[in-house]
């Protein structure tokens, strides 16, 4: 049976995936990133080029303008590639919106080495998320599988990691692949853990102990009770399209499938009626689905 074991020795390597990103809160961020990573990778979607506003960072900040918009999963393999090829042994994960902790590289690999002794098949870690805007916890609907404390660390192993802050050990990517570009941006970091998982019985977990600032969406709202992130018109499209496509994958938990297929009809109900743009919302869902069914 393969090892999936890791060294004692690591190379940490940084990867954000921007858009049309504001230069001072960017600027942060890569501050922050270079004081816990070895290289940063900064993969642009925007159409536009940011290269003299890098230059200042010097050889550790990589930058790649694509010049357009290529989709979450294509940016994230090109600086996959670039990480694996620098022999990085972990990457760790963010969006342009997140807000990285002090010391999250240290801590999620002390983290990381702890549940190996419990857990060999660990592939990921992730901080736990909470909204920057009103400070209250996230609740991504992956699937809850264990609850483990060691001393006074608290984990969660679950089906899925969200991308942003998560550290995966780059073994598994040379086992399980790559991310999937034809999904475009939603459900690619669930799918991606799932099909690891498949392959190669990849484990993954949220530290409760570490938090990270990070927001969703363009908007809240509460319904039912419930506060809820308000999705663009234009990631509708995505949403409904690539549930769609997940449905016919038989590593995607059947739980998911339940969940969203009924959050998923909320949604066809509540965004044309109450979210403006009503009719924007309407469309794009509509073109999700016929896209998903005649896979279009």
Request: glycine share 6%.
């Amino acid at each position: 049976m393969q090892d999936w074991g890791i060294k004692e020795n690591k190379k940490i390597g940084g990867l954000i995936v921007a858009y049309h990103f504001d230069i001072h809160t960017m600027d942060n961020l890569i501050n922050a990133f270079k004081k816990q990573v070895a290289m940063l990778v900064v993969v642009d979607n925007s159409d536009t080029s940011q290269k003299e506003s890098f230059t200042k960072y010097g050889e550790s900040v990589y930058y790649l303008p694509l010049h357009e918009n290529k989709g979450i999963a294509y940016a994230q393999n090109i600086g996959i590639k670039i990480l694996l090829e620098n022999k990085c042994d972990f990457i760790l994960f963010s969006d342009q919106d997140s807000i990285l902790p002090t010391h999250l590289t240290e801590s999620l690999l002390s983290s990381f080495r702890i549940l190996k002794t419990y857990d060999k098949n660990v592939q990921g870690i992730a901080p736990s998320a909470y909204n920057k805007k009103n400070g209250k916890p996230y609740s991504y609907q992956s699937e809850s599988l264990a609850d483990m404390t060691v001393g006074n660390n608290q984990y969660e192993k679950v089906s899925y990691l969200m991308n942003s802050g998560a550290l995966i050990a780059s073994t598994a990517f040379k086992h399980a692949g790559l991310m999937d570009t034809q999904l475009f941006i939603d459900g690619v970091d669930s799918e991606w853990c799932w099909r690891a998982s498949y392959l190669m019985n990849a484990t993954f977990y949220v530290d409760k102990n570490i938090k990270l600032a990070h927001f969703l969406g363009i908007d809240n709202k509460r319904i039912g009770g419930k506060e809820i992130s308000i999705t663009p018109p234009f990631r509708m499209y995505y949403q409904y399209r690539n549930y769609i496509r997940l449905l016919k994958r038989k590593y995607v938990p059947s739980s998911w499938k339940k969940y969203n297929g009924k959050k998923y009809l909320i949604k066809l109900i509540y965004y044309p009626l109450f979210i403006s743009p009503r009719f924007e919302y309407l469309k794009n869902i509509s073109k999700g689905i016929i896209s998903g069914l005649f896979n279009i």
